[in-house]
DNA sequence: TACTAAATTTTTAAGCTTGAAATATCTTTC
DNA sequence: GAAAGATATTTCAAGCTTAAAAATTTAGTA
C-alpha cells in the first residue's frame, strides 16, 4: 500500500482515535489536578500516597514491597520513597517477612486506617463533583467500550481473544 | 438530609462514577505507559518534550514561555526546564521579543521541525494501534459525555449553564 | 559444600511537576 | 520621575517517576 493509499485509509479513524486520546487526556488531567489540590489543601497529602493507603487499606494483612508496586502498577524503586515517607508520618509500618529477611511486610497502623477512612469518604464525594454531568448509563457505556483498551492483548479483536482462550488454557 | 439517607441517595450513583474515574485513569496510564516507551526508544525523547514540540509545531511563530505553559496547561517553571534541554538539542531556539526584554519567543528550529514530522508521523499510528477497538461512533459518543467535565463551570447542569449564558453575555 | 541463578528490595541518575520565592522588566500613578 | 504595582521568567525545594545498577538473601544444582 502506498503513502497516499495508506493516508486515505488511516486518516478518518486515526484522526477520530486521536481526538479521543487528547480528550482523554484532558479529561483525567482535569480532574487528577482537582484531586490533587484537593488532597494538598483538605489532607495535606498526595495522590501517590492516597493510592499507597487505599491499596493497603483494601489488603489489611499488608503487602509486600513487590506486591504493593504489583498492585500500584509502578516502578518498584518508586514505591520506596513513598513508603519512607509515610513511615515517617506513622500511617504505615514495615514488619518483617518471617521465613525471608529479604522481603517486608508494609501495612496501615491503626492511625493510618483512621487517617485513610477519613480522606476515602471525601474522596467519594469529590469524583462524584467532577462527574456529575455524567450518567450511571453513560458511565457503563464508556467503561465497556474502554475495556478493549487495557484488554491483555490488545490490538485483537475481543471476540478473537475469547475464543482463542477456550483453545490455548 | 441525615447519614443515612445521604448514603442511600449517593452510593449508586457515586460507585459508578467511582468506577468510572478508575477506568479513565487506568485506561490513560495503559497508553501513557505505552507511549512514554516507543517515544524512549524509538525517539530517544519523552512525553514532555514531545507535547511542548507539538505545541510549538502548531505555531510556527513561537510562543512565549507564558504562553506555551498556558497551552500546555503545565506551570511555568516547569516549561523552563523542557525547553532548556530542547534547546541543548538544537531542536528548540529562544529569541528575544522586541519591545520587552523580560520575554522570550520559543521556537521550532529547521532541525526541530524536521524531527517532530517524523515523530508526529509514528506517533499518529501509536495511538490509531491502541485504540483500534474503539469506533468512530464510540469515540465520538465518549467525547460528547467527556466534556462535561472538563466545562468550565462543572458541578452544574449543561442546560442552566446554557440558558444562564444568553443573560450573562 | 560451593556455584549459579533467581527473587526482593534499595539506591542512583536523570527528568518531570508543582507552588512559592526571587529577578528583572514594564506600566501606572501620583 | 520616583514609587507602587503588574507581568515574564527563572530558581528553588520537595516530591514523584522510571530504568538500571547494586546489595542482600534465597533456592537450586553439581
Chains 1, 2 share one sequence.
Not at 486520546?21 to 484531586?35: A, C, F, P, Y
Not at 450518567?135 to 474502554?146: F, N, Q, T
Request: charged share 30%; glycine share 6%.
Amino acid at each position: 500500500m502506498n503513502d497516499l493509499a495508506k493516508a486515505i485509509d488511516e486518516t478518518p479513524m486515526a484522526k477520530a482515535r486521536l481526538r479521543l486520546w487528547l480528550k482523554l487526556l484532558k479529561t483525567t488531567n482535569h480532574i487528577e489536578s482537582r484531586l490533587r489540590e484537593n488532597l494538598r489543601t483538605e489532607f495535606d497529602t498526595t495522590l501517590p500516597r492516597f493510592d499507597v493507603m487505599s491499596a493497603l487499606s483494601r489488603h489489611r494483612d499488608g503487602l509486600k514491597m513487590s506486591q504493593l508496586s504489583g498492585v500500584l502498577k509502578v516502578s518498584n524503586g518508586n514505591v520506596t520513597g513513598i513508603v519512607d515517607r509515610l513511615v515517617d508520618d506513622g500511617f504505615v509500618a514495615r514488619s518483617p517477612v518471617p521465613g525471608d529477611r529479604r522481603a517486608w511486610r508494609v501495612h496501615l497502623t491503626p492511625n493510618g486506617m483512621a487517617e485513610f477512612e477519613r480522606q476515602a469518604i471525601v474522596h467519594v464525594r469529590w469524583v462524584d463533583d467532577l462527574l456529575t454531568g455524567i450518567s450511571s448509563d453513560d458511565a457503563e457505556k464508556i467503561m465497556a467500550d474502554l475495556d478493549s483498551v487495557t484488554a491483555p492483548a490488545s490490538s485483537f479483536d475481543g471476540a478473537v481473544n475469547k475464543s482463542l482462550e477456550k483453545e490455548t488454557t
